[in-house]
């Protein structure tokens, strides 16, 4: 089993930034896949940016020009940063990874709230 561990979340005014990190709790597993979803209150969880183990990166239209996620494939962590953040970036962020055979895992969420 493997956990992914989540931090960099909090509250930011408007047109702030965040840097959002999830790392997997062992080496011993390998991600084809791995992105960052968020869920704001009373709403669903959408995918918010995504990137391969190839590097191959894929961004919500709301979120295009102002985040970045990025990998460090030595271990497997993913970067969220965050940047002109606005109030309805609100929610909580999930990272999730998928490994080549297709089983996928779920972080537990970080908050991030974004009000003056």
């Known amino acids: 089993q493997v956990q992914l561990v989540e931090s960099g979340g909090g509250l930011v005014q408007p047109g702030g930034s965040l840097r959002l990190s999830c790392a997997p709790s062992?080496?011993?597993?390998?991600?084809?896949?791995m992105g960052w979803s968020r869920q704001p209150p009373e709403q669903t969880r959408d995918l918010v940016a995504s990137?391969?183990?190839?590097?191959?990166?894929d961004y919500a239209e709301s979120v295009k020009g102002r985040f970045t996620i990025s990998r460090d494939n030595a271990d497997s962590t993913i970067y969220l940063q965050m940047n002109s953040l606005k109030p309805e970036d609100t929610g909580v962020y999930y990272c999730?990874?998928?490994?080549?055979?297709?089983?996928?895992?779920w972080g537990q969420g970080t908050q991030v709230t974004v009000s003056s």
């Open positions: 999730n990874a998928v490994t080549p055979w297709g089983q996928a895992y």
């Open positions: 990137i391969t183990a190839r590097g191959k990166t």
């Open positions: 062992t080496t011993a597993f390998s991600f084809s896949y």
